[in-house]
């Protein structure tokens, strides 16, 4: 029997009818007129191949056959009402899953705390984070294995649209009994002879091309390389070098005790972006968590910077 011979409002009308025990009560429930009800409980009775109901002058009450129905008819509605609920949900953009990528630190540190903020007024939102490099972050959006994605600068890449977040110097992270502490702010040329950790290829390229224009004495490079920034902060805390990243890492810099300082003639800036497919329709959940972080990010930074300018310098109490 083709499901398609079945209709919603005949199974509304059966139960309606179910629960009032009569057409007129059905009628005022479902706001049409006693005939129709009747008419759509004959058309269902056709369709089934038995009587639902056994009617008299008085009352109407379920068949044998109908009882043994009626539940099923329950489940019906009850799955269409589910089904419609959710997709007005996600037509709402209140529920669905949204796969975000980010960088070690943004991804331990930073959105764990905007999803929260976001699932309070969307709980039947899931948020997963995927730890990803910064190679990465990009490939993985054009890829489709990631809906949104949130890191340093990339142009060039097509089929991505790349949103501006926030600018963040790149600054020193040393620890306070590091000789290079003691300055309010340094230049390049103080870092020529200090041992550099950078945290991944990513930063080893960065720190070797923010002075790429300066002579061959004069430039600065890495000594060490580590795949990951806690290890450099870990070996910058221990005073065993120091290490150049970006200012918002502050967030888990400053709990090791690290402090920063601000590295100049030239500043060099770190922006950070939000990437999504310019190709690829994103779920309407990722639409709104786009629209969410973009400000709540922005947010995130101002605060931290103010922090950062009461933080006091090395040696001072």
């Given amino acids: ?23 007129a009560g059905a009628s005022e429930q479902m706001g049409l007129s006693s005939s129709a009800v009747s008419q759509l409980i004959a058309e269902l009775e056709s369709t089934l191949g038995f009587r639902v109901f056994d009617r008299s002058t008085r009352r109407v009450e379920l068949s044998s056959a109908g009882r043994d129905f009626l539940g099923s008819a329950r489940t019906v ?14 037509r709402n953009r ?3 899953v949204v796969r975000i990528g980010a ?7 930073v959105l764990p705390a905007a999803i929260k903020a976001f699932c309070e007024t969307r709980p039947k939102v899931v948020i997963r984070i995927r730890d990803t490099p910064v190679d990465e972050l990009v490939d993985k959006v054009v890829s489709g294995d990631l809906d949104l994605a949130v890191g340093p600068d990339r142009s060039g890449i097509e089929h991505v649209e790349s949103m501006p977040v926030f600018d963040s110097p790149w600054v020193l992270w040393c620890a306070p009994t590091h000789p290079l502490a003691g300055q309010k702010s340094l230049s390049w040329a103080d870092l020529r002879h200090a041992h550099i950790v950078a945290a991944g290829r990513d930063h080893e390229r960065s720190v070797a091309q923010m002075h ?15 795949d990951n920034i806690s ?7 221990q005073g065993l070098g120091a290490t150049l990243a970006p200012a918002y890492i502050a967030v888990v ?8 300082r601000r590295v100049k003639e030239p500043e060099v800036i770190r922006q950070v972006c939000l990437y999504r497919s310019s190709v690829r329709a994103a779920p309407p959940a990722a639409e709104a ?7 709540w990010l922005q947010q995130w930074q101002a605060q931290w910077q103010k922090r950062g300018a009461r933080a006091p310098r090395a040696g001072s109490r």
């Fill in 94 to 96: 209140a529920s669905g």
């Fill in 231 to 237: 290890t450099a902060l870990g070996i910058a805390s």
């Fill in 103 to 109: 960088p070690m630190v943004l991804a331990s540190a």
């Fill in 289 to 295: 968590f786009h629209e969410f972080l973009t400000p």
């Fill in 212 to 226: 790429l224009n300066a002579p061959e004495g004069s430039r600065i490079l890495p000594v060490e390389v580590v």
């Fill in 253 to 260: 810099a400053r709990p090791l005790g690290l402090v920063m």
């Fill in 77 to 90: 509605l009850r799955h269409l009402q589910m089904a419609e609920s959710t997709a007005s949900d996600v």
């Fill in 1 to 23: 029997m083709p499901l398609t011979r079945f209709t919603i409002r005949q199974f509304e009308a059966f139960v309606s009818v179910a629960d009032a025990r009569s057409f």
